[in-house]
């Protein structure tokens, strides 16, 4: 009987050992997954930032020579009416 109850014992002690190890590391693997995620939300929040900045200084500079366009136009119609 003590045989019995040792053996017992010990499997359950192997069995609470093996699934604590099982659980540390679906931990460890869950939080590697949660690091990973949030490093790929930081470059993907960087590479969006990255091209707003692009896409804004594009449409300063094509802004900057459509009133320079303007600038010119209303140039040469002052100088053709001065000429009339």
Do not use: H
Not at 38 to 51: H, K, L, Q, R
Not at 62 to 80: I, P
């Amino acid at each position: 009987m003590k045989k019995l109850l040792l053996s017992a014992v010990l499997v359950s002690a192997i069995t609470f050992t093996s699934c604590r190890e099982e659980d540390k590391n679906n931990a460890e693997q869950a939080g590697d997954a949660i690091e990973n995620a949030a490093e790929e939300t930081g470059e993907a929040v960087e590479d969006g930032f990255e091209a707003t900045g692009k896409t804004i200084d594009n449409a300063v500079n094509e802004t900057k020579e459509a009133g320079e366009s303007v600038k010119d136009a209303v140039n040469e119609v002052s100088d053709d009416l001065k000429k009339d």
